[in-house]
């Protein structure tokens, strides 16, 4: 197999490593720490440091496939090239149409915090998820070059604010807060693990992207080791506050950063609250989007989509018939939750499985790609066992994989033959 290290992308290594923090801190940060707290306790610190442990292997794993096999099939391609085209389409089918779901809940999550600013309640949140989706999708048909600056701009005052939310309130820490450590007991902190799955899904988001940088192989490992510091500390940092800050309180909080900069800065802040969850929404929408927008033109080039959609599966070109394809069916799943009044929840949950899936066969396809007894190698070995125990946790919700899985190879099936490996040879 050949492997690919030149690029006509346009990503610079800032860019890349903002595009990084916008997909995996997303909307994490915006009520996780204190559900997180609810259900552990202090002791929820805990799984946030196994989290940002166990992502490091994780997202060095997809680095180092992604500046090998640069393409925009991302860990579908990956898997095609270890399994064949049947993974390939499973794992594309995973990915692709897990991200309406996941737009649907982020832009409710953002929303939520909209209508505690300004009132309206169920309508506001809708109304404003909305909003969200509409400016992501024409953020995207301008490209990945607009949509990096974009990310970068994003990011940098995402970071601001968090890093000002967390040093404003930390004068007001109590370290008293701290105990009881466990009041919940130590299996709590295994629950408290898989809720916070969420928070850390999005180091595979960017190897869609990877033939986009400038210079892949030397800018998107260097890109993943500087997200991967900067959001662990983020995290740890802002679910820090939250116990020691809020205390008890903090279980029972809806808005937890808006909380903190109450805390921190005085008088109302639901505003300040509402313009951060509006930037972590709109990062990880954007990272989200501009990444399976590129998985879908690749799908339709390799034959795993209708080929209508290939167009855009090109390192420097936008693709727009897939991109609409996202926008529309992000709305719809946006309409079939408010027409439901279920909430955010199951569209969570649905995501999170999809994301499993997609994990489990990434790294299957790192041990069998990346060079034996290499230290990428090992890695993805450690990543593997990890992947694995997410599986066992996402339980009855891989159900929605199992089905995309059964769709994927229904529609090779219609096609009435296997496809070729694409435009690339793979000798």
């Given at each position: 197999?050949?492997?690919q ?30 559900l997180a ?18 992502s490091?292997p ?6 180092a496939?992604?500046s ?21 389409a499973v794992?594309?089918w ?6 309406p ?9 953002g929303?939520?915090y909209?209508?505690?600013a ?27 070059k607009?949509?990096?600056?974009f ?21 007001h820490a109590?370290?008293?807060r ?9 299996g ?41 510091v ?26 937890p ?25 709109l990062?990880?929408m ?30 420097g070109?936008?693709?727009?018939r ?14 079939a939750?408010?027409?439901?009044g279920?909430?955010?929840q ?12 997609v ?20 890695l ?14 996402s339980?009855?919700?891989l159900?929605?994989p ?8 229904g ?17």
């Open positions: 197999m050949t492997e290290s030149t690029s006509s992308g346009s990503l610079t290594l800032v860019q890349g490593t903002a595009m990084y923090v916008g997909a995996v801190l997303g909307t994490g940060v915006i009520a996780l720490p204190a707290a609810k259900v552990a306790g202090p002791a929820s610190l805990l799984a946030w440091v196994a989290l940002v442990v166990l490091a994780l997202a060095a794993v997809f680095a496939l992604g090998r096999y640069p393409d925009a099939g991302g860990v579908s391609y990956y898997a095609r090239l270890a399994f064949g085209p049947r993974a390939a794992t594309g995973c990915f692709y149409f897990a991200i779901c996941g737009a649907a809940a982020a832009g409710l999550f929303g939520a909209v209508a505690a300004v009132g309206g309640g169920q309508l506001t949140t809708g109304v404003t998820a909305a909003v969200l989706m509409v400016l992501v999708g024409l953020g995207n048909t301008y490209g990945v607009v949509s990096g600056r990310q970068l701009g994003l990011a940098g005052l995402l970071v601001a604010l968090l890093v000002a939310a967390v040093a404003a309130s930390l004068p109590d370290l008293a701290l105990h009881p450590f466990a009041p919940h007991g130590w709590a902190v295994g629950s408290a693990a898989a809720l916070l799955v969420w928070s850390f899904a999005g180091w595979e988001a960017i190897t869609h992207l990877a033939g986009e940088f400038r210079s892949p192989r030397r800018d998107l490992p260097r890109a993943t080791a500087l997200a991967v900067l959001v662990g500390a983020l995290y740890l940092a802002l679910a820090f506050a939250v116990i020691v800050v809020l205390g008890p309180g903090a279980a029972d909080s809806s808005a950063l808006g909380d903190l900069m109450a805390t921190g800065l005085g008088g109302n802040a639901r505003w300040l609250a509402a313009g951060s969850a509006l930037l972590l929404t990062g990880a954007n990272a989200y989007w501009a990444g399976a927008a590129k998985l879908g033109a690749a799908l339709g080039r390799d034959g795993q989509l209708p080929a209508g959609l290939a167009r855009g599966s090109m390192a070109e936008v693709p727009r897939s991109l609409a394809v996202i926008t529309v069916l992000s709305g719809l799943s946006l309409g939750v408010e027409l439901a279920v909430g955010p199951p569209l969570v949950l649905l995501t999170t499985g999809c994301f499993t899936a994990y489990v066969m990434g790294v299957a396809a790192a041990v069998r790609l990346l060079p034996r007894r290499s230290p990428a190698w090992w993805a070995l450690v990543a593997l066992a990890a992947v694995a125990v997410l599986l066992v946790m339980g009855p919700y159900l929605w199992l089905l995309l899985a059964a769709g994927a190879l529609y090779q099936r219609y096609r009435g033959r296997e496809m070729k490996p694409g435009v690339r040879e793979l000798a």
